[in-house]
């Protein structure tokens, strides 16, 4: 979910959901992060070897509830695990591990990480569901943040921790197979070609995933865009690291399409692939019933680390 713009000293490239991948694709304001593209003479020299990131950092208000929310829970659920106030870096020397684990959580439960959880309604819903599992959101966004709070407060919950970082960096610093489960669903889909790169779900964050997981630990990811679903397949199904679970035979196009091209994707050829039954851990929540109104499929993907 993300496109040239700076971010904590990085090129910004924004993922999911208008957050680092995921639910409620809000998104940045994409004129300022275009017009960045459009135009890389003018910021080539300032942006030379930077990372891309999976988000492009933009301001989010918060309303007089959202904000006595943060106030009240901050305390409570939002690690702080930043390099400073405002920064979406993690900390020199930050090591996720299992003391890791029971200094914040109170316990050395399973944990599963949620990246990019939006408005929080599926990682506090799955929290609230299974109080003997620890779990992690991680958000970028002030009003995702506070909203997620809001619900986990109003439940009580005390399996709950936010951390709002960026996730790449939160997976190079934890532990290996510290983590139990990943979940992705509905990263931003970045649908114009020349943001495809810019999509969270990306060989090197593979990498890291499959390192931090538990033997047999599954990503879980979802998405309601076609083009996506076959970006997906392209990062992970020639991956010796991990198994593709899927037991559900989809058609896809073989070849992407750029943004506003649903036609010329029906066209093209096609090819079956395997994917998975919709996730029962995953809450029905509003975005994904719009795209489900709009007639879109809801693409699912379980992978399992080797």
């Not at 679903?229 to 199904?237: F, G, K, N, Q």
């Not at 994917?275 to 809450?283: M, N, T, W």
Request: hydrophobic fraction near 40%.
């Amino acid at each position: 979910m993300i496109d040239a713009g700076i971010v904590d000293g990085a090129v910004g490239v924004a993922g999911a959901g208008g957050v680092e991948g995921g639910e409620g694709r809000s998104g940045p304001d994409r004129r300022s992060i275009e017009s960045a593209a459009d135009n890389p003479g003018a910021t080539a020299a300032r942006l030379a070897g930077r990372p891309v990131l999976s988000f492009v950092r933009r301001s989010g208000r918060l309303d007089d509830r959202l904000r006595r929310a943060w106030d009240v829970y901050h305390d409570r659920y939002l690690l702080d695990i930043s390099q400073a106030s405002g920064s979406l870096s993690v900390r020199a020397g930050l090591n996720v591990d299992e003391d890791f684990v029971r200094e914040h959580w109170g316990n050395a439960d399973s944990l599963i990480v949620e990246i990019g959880t939006g408005q929080g309604e599926n990682v506090v819903a799955a929290a609230q569901a299974n109080p003997e599992t620890n779990f992690l959101a991680i958000e970028v966004y002030d009003p995702g943040v506070a909203h997620t709070m809001l619900l986990a407060g109003k439940r009580g919950l005390s399996n709950l921790r936010i951390a709002q970082v960026n996730a790449p960096e939160f997976f190079e610093a934890a532990e290996d197979g510290l983590i139990s489960e990943v979940w992705t669903f509905f990263p931003d889909p970045w649908p114009k070609m020349r943001h495809h790169k810019r999509r969270i779900v990306q060989d090197e964050l593979a990498a890291q995933i499959h390192r931090t997981l538990a033997a047999g630990g599954v990503w879980r990811i979802a998405t309601d865009i076609e083009d996506y679903a076959l970006h997906v397949h392209e990062i992970m199904d020639g991956r010796s690291d991990f198994e593709n679970l899927g037991g559900l035979t989809l058609s896809l196009p073989l070849e992407h399409v750029g943004k506003g091209n649903a036609d010329e994707a029906a066209r093209l050829p096609h090819g079956d692939f395997s994917e998975s039954l919709r996730f029962d851990g995953r809450v029905l929540t509003n975005f994904e019933k719009k795209g489900i109104k709009a007639g879109r499929v809801i693409h699912d993907f379980a992978y399992r680390a080797m």
